[in-house]
């Protein structure tokens, strides 16, 4: 019923619902009953929505604040798992069987979790026992980011438009969709004491202050002087140039790499708000503009879409 964004054979959990690799439906138990600790923290968003940016903060915050950790340049898969990762690969194939939930059981406490399943595909005790850092982004920037993604990775190899791809986005056809079920979801608990509600704009705008109330959520303590040390760490610029982020480990079997080829700025791209107006012609803008009306006021939440 979609042909998808690149991604083979999708899967769609139910009408209007997720749409995911065909692999989730072997995990999806594991997933569902997967045992948070207390003292996880689950970085949690819709793909392009700033992720690896607050994995970065979040990790370096609870585990490295003063910037001497043995593990800083390591890949942010290695200290942040993907919780989900294992059905976008095929290492199970290989009689290798949930290999990131074995690398979550490894992953020294406090754990920085990643994850772009929504709430509702989430233990439903979640929020009990576990932090959870939600990050938005604009829709705008979110699907400019995520027809660059869907380019540059070579699992997904997407040769068609960016015209199409819009298309995709809006009819819920692209990987993790539908956007607007997973922000809602999200926003709905934003009063929730375990969760944090973060936007993109936000925390690229008054890094400061986002990065102050992080710590308030987080009890981290940190200094306003380590505050501001991880501000420069995990700033876009000095992210850029850390190599190795998204890179494998050279003594690793499996790989985690994104495998991501460098067109047009790699992962890394721009980082910035409002870079959809370079992007998007007049009939996409307009396209999307319909679609978020029908969805924005329904959800009660404010967008920054520009500088
Ligand atoms: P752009 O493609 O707009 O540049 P995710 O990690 O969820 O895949 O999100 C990727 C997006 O976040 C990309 O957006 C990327 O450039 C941006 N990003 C990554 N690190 C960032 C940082 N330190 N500051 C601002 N944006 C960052």
């Given at each position: 019923d979609f042909t998808g964004c690149g991604y083979q054979d999708l899967l769609r959990l139910s009408p209007g619902r997720w749409l995911y690799p065909r692999l989730y439906m072997?995990?999806?138990?594991?997933?569902?009953?997967?045992?948070?600790?207390?003292?996880?923290?689950?970085?949690?968003?819709?793909?392009?929505?700033?992720?690896?940016?607050?994995?970065?903060?979040?990790?370096?915050?609870?585990?490295?604040?003063?910037?001497?950790?043995?593990k800083t340049h390591q890949p942010i898969m290695y200290r942040s798992p993907f919780l989900e990762l294992d059905m976008f690969t095929d290492l199970a194939e290989d009689g290798l069987e949930g290999v990131m939930i074995k690398l979550l059981e490894t992953t020294p406490d406090p754990r920085t979790i990643k994850t772009h399943l929504p709430l509702s595909l989430m233990p439903s005790s979640l929020l009990n026992t576990t932090k959870v850092v939600y990050v938005a982004r604009n829709p705008k920037d979110v699907v400019t980011s995520y027809y660059h993604h869907c380019r540059i990775t070579k699992l997904v190899n997407y040769k068609s438009s960016l015209e199409q791809f819009v298309r995709y986005f809006v009819d819920d056809n692209v990987v993790y969709g539908p956007y607007w079920l997973h922000v809602k979801e999200a926003?709905?608990?934003?009063?929730?004491?375990?969760?944090?509600?973060?936007?993109?704009?936000?925390?690229?705008?008054?890094?400061?202050?986002?990065?102050?109330k992080l710590n308030d959520f987080l009890g981290t303590m940190l200094t306003e002087n380590q505050l501001e040390r991880v501000a420069i760490h995990t700033s876009f610029d000095e992210m850029k140039t850390r190599k190795a982020l998204l890179g494998e480990m050279e003594d690793d079997p499996n790989k985690f790499n994104l495998d991501i080829i460098s067109l047009d700025g790699g992962f890394f791209r721009k980082g910035d708000i409002g870079d959809w107006q370079t992007k998007l012609t007049p009939p996409m803008e307009d396209k999307i503009n319909k679609w978020i009306e029908d969805n924005l006021n329904?959800?009660?939440?404010?967008?920054?879409?520009?500088?």
């Open positions: 072997k995990y999806a138990d594991k997933l569902y009953n997967f045992e948070f600790k207390q003292s996880d923290v689950l970085v949690m968003t819709y793909p392009k929505c700033g992720t690896t940016w607050v994995q970065e903060v979040v990790w370096t915050m609870l585990n490295n604040p003063d910037l001497k950790h043995s926003w709905e608990k934003r009063q929730h004491p375990n969760l944090h509600f973060l936007f993109y704009e936000d925390l690229k705008t008054d890094t400061m202050a986002e990065l102050g329904e959800i009660g939440i404010t967008f920054k879409f520009s500088n």
